[in-house]
């Protein structure tokens, strides 16, 4: 029986923590390995190690420097920095062949000529007497002399020997003891026909080197465990101590993917969630803090990120809070700060400049705090803020039935736009004052002309303040509008959206 790291506590750690994060570039960063980033980084920062990083690029065919690119950017706006240059496992194949040799020269892996052909036909034939289908290792017997004629003839990868009896135990950090029996268990690939390494052996090789110290990964990972604690026994080497997080899950509970969504943290960084959001919420996912608080700064999290706390069991990801925690961050930050961040999608827009004008720059200081408080993600700002920049081209059916079709809605906008272009005080103040007289002058209740207004400035039945988004729009804007509004009234030439 093969046992290791029977128990955990934190008595027993020797140096320093060093802990890694190894993505490969062959797609977008998923939500899932940034979550493992981060609770690799808060274990790194609460107890004064280091947060190392890996590039795993030896799949040749789907590695690109776009999606290398794509993750490094992830990771800094995440906040998550890196405490060495990062290693890249493309770089390193001498090592991984070097460490092989050696393996070989102890017995512990050989020469397998086994053709992807016939190790298919034979796994279907397993699966057909309802076996696992897994190697059958009929390459182990050869003999001697055997092997190395064909070595000399043929292509060839290198597998490991498993041991054949016996299991495999190891204390999960988040899980407890975790065993599994060696018959369940085949003789793997170290070392791929062109020289490559296949994952359990790269990763053994490079968190040995690495000096990494806890193994903090995805609970997909545990059957990889015991075959990698078995390369590390057969090398001598100290295996790291492996927590495995529980999965992230979709609202039906089955595993997180594209079907519930966007599963990349580019998706949502386009969308516009606040990356303090987005990092406040991943921690969130199997993790809970002991004082109960779910609004946590990077530094809290720190203070308080134990591995002891994350739960086994799946964390959903809700989209719903998300969006909340998200709106709850854009409603702490200063005006200028959100000013800058929402910058990007006005320029998309065209309505401002990329470098604005001080004349540009001061509008959106005034808009920003009007649309703030209804803001979820800094992408909602376009659609929030349109108005301030575009004049209405329709209306929204509701309020267009309601307000708009008012017999007495055309005469009281024209008043209305009168008494604003003569208006010397044209503020907050000065505007409510003039709309609450006219309404009152005329035995309205002010609600009816507000709400009558709003609509033909903005073709809507919500938003800010009437009186400061007035303020805002300024005079010669409110006035244009009003009687535009006005004219497409008389004309009937009013748009209708619906």
């Known amino acids: 029986m093969s046992h290791w790291d029977k128990s955990y506590s934190k008595e027993e750690e020797k140096g320093p923590v060093r802990v890694r994060i190894a993505p490969s570039p062959t797609g977008p960063l998923h939500v899932g390995h940034a979550r493992t980033a981060l609770f690799n980084w ?14 795993e ?10 999606f290398e690119r794509e993750i490094l950017d992830g990771l800094r706006w995440l906040g998550l920095d890196w405490d060495e240059e990062p290693v890249r496992q493309s770089t390193r194949l001498s090592l991984y062949r070097s460490v092989a040799e050696r393996l070989v020269q102890m017995g512990r892996a050989y020469a397998c000529f086994c053709s992807p052909e016939e190790l298919e036909e034979r796994r279907k034939a397993m699966m057909a007497r309802g076996l696992p289908p897994k190697y059958d290792r009929r390459c182990r017997s050869l003999s001697d002399e055997e092997r190395q004629r064909r070595m000399r003839e043929q292509s060839f990868v290198l597998r490991f020997a498993m041991p054949l009896d016996g299991e495999t135990v190891f204390q999960d950090v988040i899980r407890g003891p975790i065993s599994f029996a060696h018959s369940e268990l085949d003789d793997f690939v170290l070392l791929k026909s062109d020289g490559f390494p296949a994952y359990n052996f790269a990763c053994v090789v490079d968190d040995h080197e690495m000096g990494i110290t806890h193994v903090i990964r995805g609970e997909d990972h545990i059957s990889n465990t015991p075959r990698q604690i078995q390369i590390y026994q057969a090398l001598g080497w100290q295996p790291p101590r492996f927590a495995h997080l529980p999965l992230i899950l979709g609202k039906d509970r089955s595993k997180l993917s594209s079907r519930h969504g966007a599963t990349s943290l580019k998706a949502y960084q386009e969308m516009g969630i606040l990356p303090e959001a987005m990092v406040n919420f991943l921690a969130l996912l199997g993790w809970y803090p002991r004082d109960g608080r779910e609004i946590l700064s990077l530094d809290e999290m720190v203070e308080q990120f134990e591995l002891s706390d994350v739960k086994p069991s799946g964390a959903i990801f809700d989209l719903e809070k998300l969006l909340w925690m998200s709106g709850h961050y854009v ?3 200063a005006a200028e700060d959100l000013a800058i961040r929402i910058l990007p999608y006005l320029v998309e827009r065209g309505w401002v400049e990329p470098n604005p004008s001080s004349e540009q720059w001061n509008y959106l200081l005034q808009v920003t705090p009007l649309i703030q408080e209804r803001m979820r993600t800094l992408s909602e700002a376009t659609s929030l803020a349109d108005f301030f920049y575009e004049d209405p081209e329709d209306y929204d059916e509701p309020v267009v039935s309601k307000w708009l079709t008012r017999s007495d809605a055309p005469q009281m906008l024209e008043e209305l736009s009168n008494r604003l272009e003569s208006l010397e005080d044209f503020t907050v103040e000065g505007i409510e004052e003039t709309v609450r007289r006219m309404a009152a002058e005329r035995g309205q209740r002010a609600a009816v002309l507000i709400h009558t207004t709003r609509a033909a400035l903005t073709g ?3 938003g800010p303040s009437l009186f400061h988004l007035m303020a805002v729009l300024g005079r010669e804007r409110c006035v244009r509008r009003l009687r535009t509004a ?4 008389t004309e009937g030439s009013l748009k209708v959206a619906r």
């Open 42 to 55: 808060l274990y790194a920062r609460k107890n004064k190690g280091q947060f190392l990083l890996r590039i």
């Open 460 to 462: 809507r039945g919500e």
């Open 57 to 66: 690029d030896t799949d040749r065919e789907r590695s690109r420097p776009e």
């Open 331 to 333: 409603r702490t930050l």
């Open 486 to 489: 006005v004219r497409r009234l």
